[in-house]
């Protein structure tokens, strides 16, 4: 079960591993709350990204982890591609293009 909006975890009733949820929730926050993109237009998934890194995926990016994830939002953490489909309202700061974008419902 989820939140309705940023689709948080939440801690089914006798949870014993509280940190797995809380973990996705504190890594959602980052990539979501005052958002800021390294890019909206690429659509190759980096070889090497960087702890941090956050995109808004075009339409048909490739890669292993973005094929078929097209206008989501992606986030890197430590190893993994995290997503995120962005809500009604969302905006974000693109660094490449240094636009700012609001999601209504597309970016």
């Not at 909006?5 to 973990?23: K, Q």
């Not at 094929?67 to 430590?78: L, P, Q, R, V």
Request: negative net charge; aromatic residues 12%; hydrophobic residues 40%.
């Amino acid at each position: 079960m989820a939140t309705p909006r940023l689709a948080f975890d939440v801690w089914p009733s006798g949870i014993t591993s509280a940190d797995i949820p809380a973990n996705n929730n504190v890594q959602r926050l980052d990539a979501t709350v005052n958002m800021s993109v390294k890019s909206a237009t690429t659509t190759a998934q980096p070889a090497s990204p960087t702890n941090g890194d956050v995109y808004i995926l075009p339409a048909s990016p490739t890669g292993t982890d973005w094929a078929g994830k097209a206008t989501d939002t992606i986030a890197y953490f430590n190893v993994a591609w995290y997503f995120f489909t962005p809500k009604r309202g969302m905006m974000s700061i693109v660094e490449d293009t240094s636009a700012t974008l609001i999601y209504t419902s597309a970016w």
